[in-house]
């Protein structure tokens, strides 16, 4: 393909974003390519015979301060970034265009250089990010990554958040995107460090919704059924459940303890930071999700968990070396798996019961997560509920 044909297919295809001027039609608008590239187009002059146009590359960057009227409309038009502008010549049925440098914008086509974009106040302030130009599917298609767009709606203030109050919220993310690839270890505790790194989410963007954060997968999905790509799309299932605050617990009583324990924390920071949440979830093989829950649904699935203990506790068996019990102080001490101790207290029934120390024993734990608002720091504890005694 020559480079005229490259160019009129481009300029054939441009999709029109946002109009800034309208007088018998739009006089200054901004558009954007296949690929999500934004072009500004401003027009020049008019003829008997055609319509001229200037046509220029944009970054986010310069478009967002444009519009947000912290750089003038001929200063942002005289400058192309890329040092190179296009006139487009309307002829109606067909058109011409022509590449020009910088030195070759005429002054006479541009605007006053004191002019600025008037946009209405409260627009100014909520896009003074970038505009999210593709949906989360469209770029995971691209990028051969799982891809999570996280918008926070706070009930004030609502085009800025405090740094604390965002770093909880994409740690607590995070937290409990880690515990979702663990899923199928239903008594975990710690996460292994290469599950930490497979599942690992990165901040590769920010976007105009409110306060908008694009998250990524570390690793691309390269096979369709990849087990440490699921826990995205889990995330994004669990936060499509808040819109039916009742039907959270029994959700969420699927996962492990360390999923629910870290969930229930979610929400509780979410509280905390008094916004509203919507997620846009795609995958490379196209699948995708779209939720919202207001303040007030997380509020209340909040409420529902905290009403029993069961998001934070879970009855498991495990094999264990019982190594110590006290049971005037209430007290037992086990190794599982290897070299994890774990220690708590006896149940009333197991504190009855004759111990052989040490033994191998098939414990039955009743096991509790419960996580620090203050610190965000996980407690655990355990009681020894019954057990049965192997034979060596």
């Not at 739009?26 to 401003?42: A, E, I, N, T, W």
């Not at 200063?75 to 487009?88: D, N, R």
């Amino acid at each position: 393909m020559t480079q005229n044909n490259y160019l009129n297919n481009l300029i054939k295809d441009l999709t029109p974003i946002e109009v800034f001027d309208y007088y018998d039609g739009p006089r200054f608008y901004s558009c954007r390519d296949k690929v999500g590239q934004v072009f500004l187009v401003y027009w020049i002059d008019e003829t008997d015979d055609y319509d001229s146009w200037l046509y220029l590359r944009v970054s986010s960057e310069r478009y967002s301060s444009l519009k947000s009227g912290n750089i003038s409309i001929a200063k942002t038009l005289s400058t192309p970034e890329e040092g190179f502008a296009f006139v487009v010549n309307n002829y109606g049925a067909r058109f011409s265009i022509e590449e020009i440098s910088t030195v070759n914008i005429e002054p006479d086509w541009l605007p006053p250089i004191d002019r600025y974009l008037s946009l209405h106040e409260s627009a100014l302030l909520t896009k003074t990010l970038p505009e999210k130009t593709l949906s989360a599917v469209e770029i995971a298609k691209r990028s051969n990554r799982q891809v999570i767009d996280v918008a926070f709606d706070k009930q004030s203030n609502t085009y800025e958040m405090g740094c604390g109050k965002l770093g909880r919220l994409l740690d607590s993310f995070q937290n409990v995107i880690y515990a979702l690839a663990c899923d199928s270890m239903s008594s975990v505790r710690r996460v292994p460090e290469n599950i930490k790194f497979n599942s690992e989410v990165l901040v590769t963007g920010l976007f105009a919704s409110s306060f908008g954060v694009r998250l990524q997968s570390r690793c691309g999905d390269v096979f369709s059924n990849d087990e440490t790509a699921s826990e995205i799309e889990n995330l994004a299932k669990l936060i499509s459940i808040l819109e039916n605050p009742e039907k959270v617990p029994e959700v969420l009583h699927s996962f492990n303890i360390l999923a629910r324990s870290r969930f229930k924390h979610l929400l509780q920071v979410l509280v905390n930071s008094e916004v509203s949440i919507k997620v846009d979830w795609g995958s490379p093989s196209g699948r995708a999700l779209q939720s919202k829950a207001s303040f007030n649904e997380i509020l209340r699935a909040l409420q529902k968990l905290e009403e029993t203990d069961e998001a934070t506790t879970d009855t498991v068996k495990r094999p264990a070396n019982l190594v110590g019990v006290d049971v005037q102080s209430d007290f037992f001490a086990l190794i599982v798996e290897g070299n994890e101790i774990i220690k708590g207290k006896l149940s009333e029934g197991a504190s009855k019961r004759n111990f052989d120390i040490p033994s191998q024993i098939i414990a039955e734990l009743k096991a509790s997560c419960v996580i620090d608002p203050l610190t965000d720091k996980e407690k655990w504890s355990y009681v020894l509920v019954d057990f049965e005694k192997q034979a060596l």
